[in-house]
T-cell receptor
Framework: NAGVMQNPRHLVRRRGQEARLRCSPM?????VYWYRQLPEEGLKFMVY????????ESGMPKERFSAEFPKEGPSILRIQQVVRGDSAAYFC???????????FGQGTRLTVV | QQQVKQSPQSLIVQKGGIPIINCAYE??????FPWYQQFPGKGPALLIA?????SEKKEGRFTISFNKSAKQFSLHIMDSQPGDSATYFC???????????FGQGTRLTINP
């Protein structure tokens, strides 16, 4: 059973470009969570999704950030018009049920130049 | 009230010693307290987790102590090894995996 798969592992974008981060949850997991980790800091919750539904997006910045988890395919975290402050590691986690353990992917390290 | 405060920020212990990492929380509605281990360039990996109905949980060399009245919990690593050198994060949530609130992390170094 493969773990949570994130791609790309590293992503470099120029200011103003769009960044798309992908996350395939573990098999049998229908709950997906995105977290952001700034250098030397803990992870900060961004959004919680189930298939075709956003359950909690209270940690998402109001502008430029969006997330989806379509019926088919991976979950996508999209950042439009990236700025230097968006440079961080973005982690996706999944769980089979909301009260079960969350398993994290390897992360996508976004660098905005 | 949503914060989880973790200390120390960094810790150096000799091999075989028992590093202790502490976390404190404010929100009494939290009911799930996991610890994660993270190596450089990797994602966090769940080590051990506890719910507030027990005061201690052991898994291998890792022990969580939980003090509900003080709103504190801690991680102890018995017989620490250089391979345990990593960053450790405590976390808390209302409902298991959902919306984990993480501490700032502790960078642990175990010297040979």
């Amino acid at each position: 059973n493969a773990g949570v798969m994130q791609n790309p592992r590293h992503l470099v974008r120029r200011r103003g470009q769009e960044a798309r981060l992908r996350c395939s949850p573990m098999k049998g997991h229908s709950h997906v969570y995105w977290y952001r980790q700034l250098p030397e800091e803990g992870l900060k919750f961004m959004v919680y999704l189930q298939k075709e539904n956003i359950i909690d997006e209270s940690g998402m910045p109001k502008e430029r950030f969006s997330a989806e988890f379509p019926k088919e395919g991976p979950s996508i975290l999209r950042i439009q018009q990236v700025v230097r402050g968006d440079s961080a590691a973005y982690f996706c986690a999944s769980s089979p049920l909301v009260r079960e353990e969350a398993f994290f992917g390897q992360g996508t390290r976004l660098t905005v130049v | 009230q949503q914060q989880v405060k973790q200390s120390p920020q960094s810790l150096i212990v000799q091999k075989g010693g028992i590093p202790i990492i502490n976390c404190a929380y404010e929100n009494t509605a939290f009911d799930y307290f996991p610890w994660y281990q993270q190596f450089p360039g990797k994602g966090p990996a769940l080590l051990i987790a506890i719910r507030p109905d027990v005061s201690e949980k052991k898994e291998g060399r890792f022990t969580i102590s939980f003090n509900k009245s003080a709103k504190q919990f801690s991680l102890h690593i018995m017989d620490s090894q250089p391979g345990d050198s990593a960053t450790y994060f405590c976390a808390a949530s209302f409902q298991g995996a959902q919306k984990l609130v993480f501490g700032q992390g502790t960078r642990l170094t175990i010297n040979p």
